[in-house]
Each structure stands twice: as structure tokens, then as C-alpha cells.
């Protein structure tokens, strides 16, 4: 079987080492190409004059690689990241509901746009949030992301303190972000099974069932909103990714 897996920065888990491989049997004869495109987003793989060019790319590398399976690891960076920026940067009141929704409409629109056999494309569902138990972390982690494009100048400077404000005002909770996860991938699981592709996520894998979020056994000590990278990470990616791709008839 050959696998190809494109992706946000969390395709990552799914590069396959020698180490993995040994400690999965399954594994053996099974080629893996993940593409991982960073900052890629659900909202932009289907435009035209996207700077990232994915789904151009995603074309591309089927045309090249022939893969028995198409996987798509997409919509953590629109969730965690996108729906903020929205908030507390463009200055948006809608719920966040009515941002998922708009995430998943223009995902469906892209994948009902590509010429792929359904039982040849598998979807994977976003993470829980590890930016969770540390609330300064995690208004520090979203500030700097959403500010990023901010320059040094004096308006800047007030803005990027109004939007610190904010934040530290109105931004979630660590159990409401990691619902909304929850809700992002039961309306793309729904959306999967009405349009005939395959889904999985590995978050029954990632909670914690005392807190209902992430164990914090996954969360990394650094500055990061990734999952850490272990080969218990890797393979559990794997052991999902499997399974889905065998039930598949």
C-alpha cells in the first residue's frame, strides 16, 4: 500500500523511521509520502491564487506518486489559529460555530472539486489543543501568532496591546477549545460519511478521560501548540490510519 499524506505541520507524526516501523509489523511493505505544507489551511487549499499553491501541489503529487491512498490532514491551523485571529484581530462577532461551518463548507468544496475515487481518499480529523493547564501559555502562544504580520510601529504596538486584552479578556477555556475540536470533527465526520470518504481522528487515543482533554503525557514543555512528537505519537497515528484504510470496501 502506498500512502500519500498531505497536510498542515501536524502531518508530520506520520513519517515513517525505521524505529516505527520495527515496532509496527504492519508497516512492512507499506510506503508513506507525507507532504507536509505548513500553515496550510482548510479554507485555502481550494483557492486559486493561494500563496501555498496546495491544492495545485495535491494534483501534482498524485500525478507523480500513484498513490493507493490520498490522506488529508488538514483544519488544525484554521481551528486553533484561524478562529482567534478572526476574533480578536479582524474584530469578528459571529459564534464560533458559524466559523466551523464556513471551514468545513470550503473544505467539501474543494474535495468535491478533485477527480478522486472516494474509496481512494481518507480524511483525518484535527487534534485536541495542547495549549491547555498553562492559561498565560496559551494567551502568550495565540497572541504571537496572531500578531505575527504586526510591525513595530506605534499603531501596531497599541494594536497588538488591544488584542492581548482581548484575549486574556474573552478567549476560551482550555475545556471549551478542546469541545470545539470535538465539534470541528464531528461536523467533518458527518460531512465524510454523506459524501462516501473515509475519517479518523486519534483523539480517543489523546484524552485524558479525567478532564476530557488532552493528556498531558502529549503536551510538550516548549513554547508550541503541536503534539509531542514520540514514537508512541507516530504509531498511533499509524495504528488509525491502518485500520481506516483496511475497513474501507
Known sequence: MKFLIVGDSHTQYFAVTNQVRALNPALRGVKAIPKVVSASTVSGVGKLNSTLELGTNIQKWRNEEAPDFLVLNLGQVDVELGLPFRQ??????????????????????????????KTKLIIKGINLPVLCYDWKKAIKYITRIVTERFSESPDDILRKDSVLKSLTDSYMSDIQRSDLAREFNQKISAKCEEFGFAYFDINDKLVDPMT??????????????????????????????????????
Open 88 to 117: 480578536f484581530v479582524q474584530g469578528s462577532e459571529e459564534e464560533p460555530s458559524y466559523w466551523l461551518d464556513y471551514f468545513v463548507e470550503k473544505y467539501f468544496e474543494y474535495l468535491s472539486s478533485i477527480d478522486v475515487d
Open 212 to 249: 476530557e482533554m488532552i493528556h498531558p503525557r502529549f503536551i510538550p514543555s516548549k513554547f508550541d501548540h503541536h503534539i509531542t512528537d514520540s514514537l508512541e505519537v507516530r504509531l498511533m497515528h499509524w495504528e488509525m490510519l491502518l485500520k481506516t484504510a483496511r475497513s474501507i470496501k
